[in-house]
């Protein structure tokens, strides 16, 4: 089993865990908290295949509101396991297994740091005369162009021509609205869609997973020249209390999970979550940014062979001075087929997880 990690410094992490504790979850001046997270992807065949190349985005970053206090990767069967940075600032780690394995153990620990942030303020925000200078001023344009998952189709435009998505009254207050509407009119449903699904089956169907949302409200923004960007990583699910009752949040807990940030004037980059209508807040990991999905899979990998493949993946996001949770089952699990080629006597196939 081969281990790449790295940590903090022990006595800048004592620093940090040297702070009255609540019972419910870790508070730093009541202004942070630090969450452990454990994502396990397995990736099982039968046959066995063989020369299987993967990277990975699994390491949560730091900047703005959030630190990686710590970063652990295991990989089994042992793989000599490099990284390097994209060109959004992500950590990959890639890897190859060379020899024959009907297996692929993927596990990532890390413990993080955030920031709580207040609530935005219309008051705070500037106009659309503010975005439009700051766009000018800067450059944002790969945010603001189509992407692959984020296209400006037909269906979009009807569903922008409902929800009234044109410029009005101030670009925080539209975006919250946005997010709201895209909560009220699509079920969450898992296993709706698929990891390649293009907009349009979410749009025709009105329902699907926190991936099809974000690329709908990236898609929406971006049409009002609004930049906006794709975030993945991990979301801490707790029970909160509304009008009385307990009520749950939509995503499903033991995943990962995607939401957007959009360019607010001078705000900069605010989160907004249209699977659960949430706006910014300390229960999002921020894990990796991107024009779309297509730049940030956390496991994205080819093979060789022709093998019915399964695709397993558990997450637990705790307070760090919880108990460590028990594995979980997995969130998720994929099945897929062997791709039988005619001209080849062998077949490279991809390997990805959907959010």
């Known amino acids: 089993m081969e281990v790449c990690s790295f940590q903090l410094p022990n006595y800048q992490i004592s620093q940090l865990l ?13 202004k942070h908290l630090i ?17 299987s ?3 990975v985005r699994l390491q949560p970053r730091s900047d703005e509101d959030q630190r990686c206090l710590s970063f652990v990767l295991d ?5 000599n396991i490099m990284q390097y940075r994209d060109f959004t600032g992500n950590t990959v780690h890639h890897f190859d297994i060379a020899g024959t394995h009907k297996l692929v153990k993927v596990t990532a620990r890390s413990a993080v740091e955030v920031q709580s942030v207040s609530a935005p303020r219309a008051a705070d925000s500037g106009d659309w005369a503010d975005l439009d200078a700051l ?33 009005r009254g101030n670009p925080l207050g539209l975006l919250m609205e946005l997010n709201e509407a895209i909560y009220k009119l699509f079920a969450y449903v898992p296993n ?33 020249q609004i930049p906006c960007r794709y975030v993945s990583g991990y979301m801490f699910h707790r029970e909160k209390i509304d009008g009385g009752e307990i009520e749950n949040d939509r995503s499903v807990e033991g995943a990962s999970h995607a939401w957007v940030e959009a360019l607010v004037p001078r705000l900069g980059w605010v989160a907004f979550d249209p699977t659960n209508n949430l706006v910014g807040g300390d229960r999002h990991i921020r894990v990796a940014i991107g024009r779309d999905y297509a730049d940030v899979p956390p496991t994205r990998g080819v093979y060789k062979g022709e093998a019915q493949s399964e695709l397993s993946v558990a997450v637990t996001v705790s307070p760090a001075d919880s108990v460590a949770p028990e594995p979980v089952i997995p969130s998720f699990v994929v099945r897929s087929r062997p791709v039988m080629l005619r001209t080849a006597a062998r077949s490279e ?5 959907q959010q």
């Open 18 to 30: 040297n702070y009255s504790i609540p019972a419910t979850r870790l508070r730093l001046r009541s």
């Open 192 to 224: 709706s869609t698929k990891v390649d699904s293009p907009i349009e089956d979410a749009l025709r169907t009105r329902q699907g997973v926190c991936q099809d949302f974000a690329h709908i409200m990236i898609a929406l923004v971006r049409g009002l």
């Open 349 to 353: 196939q991809e390997q990805q997880q």
């Open 35 to 51: 969450y452990s997270v454990r994502h396990t992807t397995t990736f099982r065949y039968e046959p066995a295949v063989r020369e």
């Open 135 to 167: 766009v000018a001023g800067n450059d944002y344009w790969e945010m603001l162009l189509p992407s692959h998952f984020a296209q400006f189709n037909p269906p979009l435009k009807h569903l922008a021509q409902e929800l009234g998505a044109e410029r």
């Open 53 to 55: 190349l993967m990277e």
């Open 75 to 79: 990989v089994d069967p042992a793989a």
